[in-house]
């Protein structure tokens, strides 16, 4: 499982290689919420696909290896440990917003700049992606516990509609 201490770690390990992420997924919510909630087995993080050799070549010092090639929409690091990094590669543009390949070409990921805000794991100050992006992301899919979870507690603490 990966734990805050590993993730503000990564965190750390990236910011002094100069990459700038921003955490989605279960941590991403957890962020936004300012508490852990559940167990994570996994850090999904956005990147710049420009800055992708010095993310993978931080991690990789690390100890991490690339145990999944699903580019350009998405791939995973891993250590032996178990500790796993998704990473999405994001290309910017000068407003800064952002467009993520999908497994559909037609119908790439949309991340409006407003969408890019902040949330806290600890005490620490991480970047993350809106309530909102967060909740349109859990669409199109049939959820797990954990999202329905996840989206609900959303809902309660921003009013949005999670439409799970």
């Given at each position: ?128 992606i ?26 309660l603490?921003?009013?949005?509609d999670?439409?799970?």
């Open positions: 499982m990966m734990s805050a201490s590993d993730v503000l770690a990564v965190l750390s390990l990236l910011r002094g290689a100069g990459a700038e992420v921003a955490l989605a997924g279960g941590w991403g919510i957890d962020a936004l919420l300012g508490e852990e909630t559940r167990e994570h087995r996994d850090l999904d993080l956005l990147h710049d696909r420009e800055q992708e050799s010095t993310v993978v070549a931080a991690l990789a010092a690390a100890g991490y290896t690339e145990t999944l090639d699903q580019r350009p929409v998405r791939f995973v690091l891993s250590r032996p440990s178990g500790l796993d990094i998704d990473l999405h590669p994001l290309g910017f543009a000068a407003d800064g917003s952002a467009v993520q390949s999908s497994f559909d070409p037609a119908e790439p990921f949309r991340y409006p700049a407003s969408c890019f805000v902040t949330g806290t794991i600890g005490t620490t100050t991480v970047r993350c809106s309530a909102e992006q967060q909740a349109l992301f859990h669409q199109g899919y049939e959820p797990a516990e954990r999202d329905v979870r996840d989206m609900e507690r959303l809902r603490k921003f009013g949005i999670a439409g799970l």
